[in-house]
């Protein structure tokens, strides 16, 4: 099975948005959560995803919520916000950060598109890492929107490609150095 790939952004990304979202989608990115929202960068990863054809995802944002319901292909959820699904529109995307398999069930059981969990492998400053044998052990009938997120990068991405998730979510595996 392939693996969808999903980008979330960081600080670096910034830096140079055309050349790191070009490097993205050449490394077969499909969608994009665009994490540090700011309104004009809002539309000009607006404008290049449409033209990759990549999705984009951002947080749910009161003050601009009528430009992301407007424009965003879909709306990320952080565990925190997990009751501002009552909120969004059901044609709208919505991504999810889980950190165990409750997370999971309680985001499947909401319909949520796409669930992020993580920390799969170490990474400073995060939980413990959960660990491949964790996602094989999540039941088979929520692994089909399960992205695993933390510490994947192109030496271990392989670890996936036999467990049936959706995909994988990363930060530095699609920057372009």
């Known amino acids: 099975?392939?693996?969808?790939?999903?980008?979330?952004?960081?600080?670096?990304?910034y830096t140079n948005i055309d050349a790191?979202?070009?490097y993205a989608y050449s490394c077969g990115v499909s969608k994009v959560y665009l994490r540090e929202f700011?309104?004009?960068?809002?539309?000009?990863?607006i404008d290049i995803c449409s033209k990759l054809n990549i999705l984009l995802f951002v947080n749910y944002i009161d003050k601009y919520i009528n430009d992301i319901l407007r424009?965003?292909?879909?709306?990320?959820?952080?565990s925190i916000d997990f009751d501002l699904i009552t909120l969004i529109p059901d044609e709208k995307l919505v991504s999810y950060s889980a950190h165990n398999i409750s997370d999971v069930i309680n985001a499947y059981n909401k319909n949520i598109d796409y669930i992020f969990l993580s920390p799969i492998f170490n990474v400073e400053n995060k939980n413990p890492a959960l660990g491949v044998e964790y996602l094989k052990n999540i039941p088979s009938k929520y692994k089909d929107r399960i992205y695993a997120?933390?510490?994947i990068n192109?030496?271990?991405?392989?670890?996936?490609?036999n467990i049936n998730i959706k995909g994988v979510a990363?930060?530095?595996?699609f920057l372009k150095v």
Do not use: P, V
């Open 149 to 151: 997120l933390g510490g």
């Open 38 to 45: 700011e309104i004009s960068r809002f539309y000009r990863f």
């Open 71 to 78: 424009y965003a292909s879909g709306i990320h959820l952080k």
């Open 154 to 161: 192109r030496s271990n991405i392989h670890c996936f490609k």
């Open 20 to 22: 790191n979202l070009s």
């Open 1 to 13: 099975m392939q693996l969808d790939k999903f980008l979330i952004t960081n600080e670096r990304f």
């Open 170 to 173: 990363g930060i530095r595996m």
